[in-house]
């Protein structure tokens, strides 16, 4: 079996009105405009794949990924044994630097026809299941402090154990709205907090500390991404767990923040490491450093989401327990462009026992939500 060509499908899926994302240096985001990617084979395997591209992040969006990927990365594929997904995806580092996303499109890709040849969910390639579930949390967005208190108890009442707040937009604001949460929410549910990089070095200790009565259990990306010696001194500094998204994409970085102690979680995507195996090299690394990892989300749809929640099942350092797991994006969205997805509960987000990824597009929704033009 050899690669015979990839397909790339810009696609633009709306958000729920009341769901739009807005937060500290991300601004807000009203839809996803995503790429898929087919990886056809001469046997009629295909494999599909999603970037989840987004410019704010990574400076990758649709345009370039398809450019990408069709310049580079299929001319590279074609002819080529698509099992050979180590050999494939190594050479993957040297197509072009950067444009991780776009990479795990089409990492994602490989790995749904290794399953569909096998006969085997992906989870089952990747060593099998450690947990029988992976525990997800909620995300409230950073809007006035009712309306953060109304999507917290919504997402309690949906069955969600932990959840997050986006603050770093204002302090005051910030510390209002994690009190309105922590009261609509109670006692019993996880909270923590993300910043995305929004708070400055000299005020963000002290907006921590005046969040701890709230009781929190973490605080994610305070600084910017490149803050990192900042990080380590505030690290040193709180008394709950600090956790790196932003300021960690790939292997090195997260090699970086070790050395420098900046963080104790790590927050990885398969989006930002570059493919499955790659986060998971992230996570087996934080473990031997003494980190812990959770799984973050760019709103994923049900392609990319599925393929979290086989690293997440399967790979062991995941702490999803202790930092539950932000396997969220198809909440988000009133349609999905997957047939059947993955069970991708309030809380907890399960796989199948389906081959591959074990998701198919729905190729009518695909269609709906295609970007023609351009
Ligand atoms: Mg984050």
């Given at each position: 079996?050899?690669?015979?060509?990839i397909?790339?499908?810009?696609?633009?899926?709306?958000?729920?009105?009341?769901?739009v994302?807005?937060?500290?240096?991300?601004?807000?985001?009203?839809?996803?405009?995503?790429?898929?990617?087919?990886?056809?084979?001469?046997?009629?395997?295909?494999?599909?794949?999603?970037a989840?591209?987004?410019?704010?992040?990574?400076?990758?969006?649709?345009?370039?990924?398809?450019?990408?990927?069709?310049?580079?990365?299929?001319?590279?594929?074609?002819?080529?044994?698509?099992?050979?997904?180590e050999?494939?995806?190594?050479s993957?580092?040297?197509?072009?630097?950067?444009?991780?996303?776009?990479?795990?499109?089409?990492?994602?890709?490989?790995w749904?026809?290794a399953?569909?040849?096998?006969?085997?969910?992906?989870?089952?390639?990747?060593?099998?299941?450690?947990?029988?579930?992976?525990?997800?949390?909620?995300?409230?967005?950073?809007?006035?402090?009712?309306?953060?208190?109304?999507?917290?108890?919504?997402?309690?009442?949906?069955?969600?154990?932990?959840?997050?707040?986006?603050?770093?937009?204002?302090?005051?604001?910030?510390?209002?709205?994690?009190?309105?949460?922590?009261?609509?929410?109670?006692?019993?549910?996880?909270?923590?907090?993300d910043?995305?990089?929004?708070?400055?070095?000299?005020?963000?200790?002290?907006?921590?500390?005046?969040?701890?009565?709230?009781?929190?259990?973490f605080v994610?990306?305070?600084?910017?991404?490149?803050?990192?010696?900042?990080?380590?001194?505030?690290?040193?500094?709180?008394?709950?767990?600090l956790?790196?998204?932003?300021?960690?994409?790939?292997?090195?970085?997260?090699?970086?923040?070790?050395?420098?102690?900046?963080?104790?979680?790590?927050?990885?995507?398969?989006?930002?490491?570059?493919?499955?195996?790659?986060?998971?090299?992230?996570?087996?690394?934080?473990?031997?450093?003494?980190?812990?990892?959770?799984?973050?989300?760019?709103?994923?749809?049900?392609?990319?989401?599925?393929?979290?929640?086989?690293?997440?099942?399967?790979?062991?350092?995941?702490?999803?327990?202790?930092?539950?797991?932000?396997?969220?994006?198809?909440?988000?969205?009133?349609?999905?462009?997957?047939?059947?997805?993955?069970?991708?509960?309030?809380?907890?987000a399960?796989?199948?026992?389906r081959?591959?990824?074990?998701?198919?597009?729905?190729?009518?929704?695909?269609e709906?939500?295609?970007?023609?033009?351009?």
């Open positions: 079996m050899v690669i015979s060509r397909e790339t499908i810009p696609v633009s899926v709306p958000l729920k009105p009341e769901l994302i807005r937060s500290g240096r991300g601004g807000s985001h009203t839809s996803s405009p995503f790429l898929l990617v087919k990886v056809h084979t001469d046997e009629g395997v295909t494999g599909i794949g999603e989840s591209c987004t410019p704010r992040w990574s400076g990758e969006d649709q345009v370039t990924g398809a450019h990408l990927i069709h310049t580079y990365l299929e001319p590279l594929l074609r002819g080529q044994d698509p099992l050979q997904l050999r494939l995806t190594q993957f580092r040297l197509a072009f630097a950067g444009n991780y996303f776009t990479k795990s499109a089409v990492e994602m890709a490989l749904d026809i399953g569909k040849v096998a006969g085997k969910p992906v989870w089952q390639l990747l060593g099998g299941k450690i947990r029988g579930s992976v525990p997800t949390k909620w995300s409230v967005s950073g809007v006035e402090p009712d309306k953060a208190a109304a999507i917290g108890a919504r997402a309690v009442g949906q069955g969600f154990k932990a959840m997050k707040v986006k603050v770093g937009l204002d302090p005051g604001g910030d510390v209002a709205r994690v009190a309105a949460v922590r009261e609509a929410i109670g006692a019993g549910i996880k909270l923590g907090v910043a995305n990089g929004g708070w400055q070095p000299d005020t963000a200790l002290a907006t921590i500390t005046r969040l701890y009565e709230n009781n929190i259990a994610e990306q305070p600084l910017a991404p490149d803050e990192l010696v900042a990080m380590a001194n505030m690290r040193s500094q709180l008394r709950v767990p956790i790196a998204d932003e300021s960690v994409y790939g292997l090195g970085d997260a090699k970086v923040i070790a050395q420098l102690k900046a963080a104790d979680a790590l927050s990885i995507y398969i989006g930002k490491a570059g493919g499955i195996e790659p986060a998971r090299q992230i996570a087996e690394f934080a473990a031997s450093a003494g980190m812990k990892c959770t799984v973050g989300s760019n709103l994923e749809l049900g392609v990319g989401s599925a393929a979290m929640v086989h690293l997440a099942l399967a790979t062991a350092g995941i702490a999803a327990e202790e930092f539950p797991c932000d396997i969220i994006g198809p909440f988000y969205y009133e349609h999905d462009i997957v047939r059947e997805p993955l069970p991708i509960k309030p809380g907890e399960h796989g199948n026992e081959p591959g990824l074990g998701v198919e597009l729905d190729e009518e929704k695909v709906r939500y295609r970007v023609r033009g351009g």
